[in-house]
């Protein structure tokens, strides 16, 4: 089973979205479906956040 994670920020709330390593991002109110998603797009969506 794949581990998923939050943000630290969002304490024990369902409302946020979640990440999981080689997997992709989910709705935690929506756990049982996910969005696919390469490492190099990943990488490349927090360079731009963080720029």
């Known amino acids: 089973m794949p581990t998923w994670r939050k943000s630290s920020y969002s304490a024990n ?3 946020c979205v979640e990440i999981g390593r080689g997997i992709g991002i989910r709705d935690s109110k929506a ?3 996910h ?3 390469s490492t190099e797009a990943w ?3 927090l360079r731009r ?3």
């Open 13 to 15: 709330s369902n409302d």
């Open 43 to 45: 990488s490349a969506f």
């Open 31 to 33: 756990p049982a479906t």
């Open 49 to 51: 956040v963080k720029s």
């Open 35 to 37: 969005l696919t998603v």
